[in-house]
């Protein structure tokens, strides 16, 4: 897949998401963990990404083994990164991940985050 194609799936994906959050009640000012997934075919791969996510400090990432159902092994490489969920937020980091998994041929699987309401002052 060509990279603007990518972004602009990405981009509309992220968008749905969003707008499903802030359906279930989410404010997307408030800052908490966002989690961005890809995953990658062996461990040093998933690793190399990982320590050029460190290097630029671009976020938290963690690497695990994970069994698929037919016995082979991936390598999920989670990106964590404190930020509010909102769109432009949101769909700029997403769109790093996109390219970042198409630098290193990695498969990203998107975003995710903690639905948080907005604090009610008295």
């Known amino acids: 897949m060509r990279i603007a194609e990518l972004l602009l799936d990405t981009a509309e994906a992220d968008h749905d998401l969003l707008a499903k959050n802030i359906g279930h009640g989410d404010d997307p000012?408030?800052?908490?963990?966002?989690?961005f997934m890809l995953y990658a075919a062996d461990?040093?791969?998933?690793?190399l990404v990982g320590d050029?996510?460190?290097?630029?400090?671009?976020?938290?990432p963690s690497v695990q083994n994970?069994?698929?159902d037919n016995?082979?092994?991936t390598w999920r490489l989670l990106v964590q990164i404190f930020a509010p969920a909102n769109e432009h937020v949101v769909c700029s980091?997403?769109?790093?991940?996109?390219?970042?998994s198409q630098i290193y041929s990695l498969e990203?699987?998107?975003w995710g985050c903690?639905?948080?309401?907005a604090e009610q002052f008295d």
Do not use: P
């Open 66 to 68: 994970i069994e698929l």
């Open 114 to 117: 903690e639905i948080k309401e």
């Open 93 to 100: 980091l997403s769109a790093l991940m996109a390219c970042l």
């Open 108 to 110: 990203y699987d998107g």
């Open 29 to 35: 000012y408030t800052c908490r963990d966002l989690d």
């Open 71 to 73: 016995g082979s092994i």
């Open 52 to 60: 050029f996510i460190i290097d630029n400090r671009y976020g938290r």
């Open 43 to 47: 461990q040093k791969k998933a690793e």
